[in-house]
């Protein structure tokens, strides 16, 4: 009996330590992944110092430009074009880069028994206009006239005018730095914060492009020109005195023609030269920009004479209706074309 009383409390004292076991392991288990991670946040020891969230790192009132950022995109013009380190022709053509413009005839001012200016416009637009446009490229740069125009003015010291006001007289020379600003359009500045660094603030220089020409809107070019009956020589001389590119700026939905700058033909004359025009069916055929101009392979319409006006105004300020406009230019060039052959007897 005795024997049987101990084992039943032995059996007793390990079913409650058991139970005990138990009851401690599942109080101190946590319930799922949520309760686990809390538990890990709650025994993280927290940083001796906490940075406020709603203090600024700066004073943004210490902030300061740390530079000037030029964003514009000048679209294409002055393009950089490498250089070919082979010859791309079958023959060497080193030694006829290099040309010279040829010396105009001397033309004395007592022998002059006729003249007249005309100013007339090249839209290259045309059909046979549209070398001014080409815009294939080679060891000189892009090919588009404008083009060479800056870079007669850039490489070769051309200087060119001012047109504000309608100035063609070459009074108020211009830099290209000058050319490049106004083909950037309107100067504006505002700040931008460093992609960098968020503490510093760069000052960006923007161009309100509205107020710049697009590459594809510099189409029309306007001579003006001197037409000069020599007695001596008994024939009409033509001289272009100047060139100035015209674009076509479009503000609130309104095309507004702007002419650029004016450069002075003769100091051009020798840039001219080295560019080759682009020949549409024949490449050994083509011949240079000055030989286009003195040679007058261009078509053209003419937009204001010196003759019968008083008032200086071209003829759309005189012609409202484009085609009567036309119409008028054609009967100027005609009457200069009589005007020269009235003076011989058959």
Known sequence: MKKTFLLCLTVSLLAGTTAMAQFNLTRNRPKNAADSAAAAKRDTTKPATTTNANKPAVDPASIKPSKTVDTTIVGGFGEVVPRSLRNETAADRSQTREKRPLEYEHLREDDWLFSEFIWREIDAREKVNQPFMYPGKDDLGDQRFFSILLS???NDSVVPFSAEGGDDRFTKPMSYDDITKMLKGRLDTQLVQNADNPNVVDTAVIYDTKFAPNPDSIYTFRLKEQWIFDKEASRMFVRII??????????????????????????????????????TKNYAG??????????????SYIVKTSSNNPSDRFLSALIRDPLFRLLEGENIKERLFNYEQDLWQY
């Open 152 to 154: 007669a003015i850039k």
């Open 242 to 279: 100047g060139i100035a590119p015209v674009a076509k700026l479009v503000i609130n939905g309104k095309s507004t023609p702007r002419t650029l700058f004016w450069i002075y033909y003769p100091d051009l004359r020798k840039t001219l030269t080295k560019y080759n025009v682009y020949n």
């Open 286 to 299: 083509r011949m240079t920009w000055e030989e286009l101009f003195e040679s007058r392979f261009f078509g």
